[in-house]
């Protein structure tokens, strides 16, 4: 991680209030806690609002799949995708807008034990690839179906449900100089928008891969095109 000290103070709901390209370089470095897990982050992409980013999620308006995104900001958006695992997102810019950043990568630094023993795996997974992807960043935090729209600023550690809540702390933010952007992964769509942001040389952060087109057949089922928000 470098020198210094991870910060416990909570980032306030103004600090989502922006559009998602923006708040998602200033989170790498912050810290998402989630019971007993704490994840620094590490790497994230931007997801604009409807009509104007077509890779994401809200860019044909709210549905009751994406109705958070267009909730207050600071909330989790937390969906399932090609069958197989969960993303999370953090809600961006005032109510209404829908919007989000894709949270990809980032190292456990609390609850070590408890993030690797959600791992189906027998083996003994490294500490840099618990959290090292969107799903395996949200199964080391143990978030699911039912967290969508689970409150991640502070307030939500004051009520009383340790292991419910979420918060976004300060943690130690990453200087300029060490933030990278270059192309969201994997989508299809608007391949060239540099919005995936990381902290340039960090181990946990996950291989950049271009999108190649999935083969579908009659019993696939799937919702939602890329792992995006």
């Given at each position: ?202 181990p946990t952060v996950s291989p950049y891969r ?20």
């Amino acid at each position: 991680m470098g020198g210094g000290q991870l910060s416990s103070a909570p980032l306030p709901r103004s600090f989502f209030e922006r559009p998602s390209h923006e708040v998602a370089p200033d989170l790498l470095g912050r810290v998402l806690v989630h019971g007993p897990v704490a994840v620094r982050l590490t790497e994230v992409e931007a997801y604009g609002g409807p009509g104007e980013d077509p890779a994401a999620h809200t860019y044909r308006g709210k549905t009751p799949r994406n109705a958070v995104m267009f909730g207050p900001p600071g909330h989790l958006y937390v969906y399932f995708t090609y069958g197989m695992h969960f993303c999370a997102n953090l809600v961006c810019l005032p109510e209404g807008f829908g919007s989000a950043v894709l949270l990809r990568a980032g190292e456990v630094v609390a609850g070590l034990e408890e993030a690797r023993a959600r791992r189906s795996s027998a083996r003994r997974v490294p500490d840099r690839d618990l959290a090292r992807g969107p799903a395996r960043l949200t199964m080391a935090l143990g978030l699911a179906r039912e967290h969508n729209g689970l409150d991640a600023v502070r307030e939500g550690l004051a009520a009383g449900q340790p292991h419910q809540a979420a918060a976004v702390l300060e943690g130690l933010p990453a200087g300029p100089e060490l933030i990278r952007s270059g192309p969201r992964t994997g989508i299809s769509t608007a391949k060239e928008t540099p919005w995936r942001f990381w902290v340039d040389g960090d181990p946990t952060v996950s291989p950049y891969r271009a999108h190649v087109p999935r083969r579908r057949n009659a019993a696939a089922t799937s919702v939602g095109e890329v792992p995006s928000s």
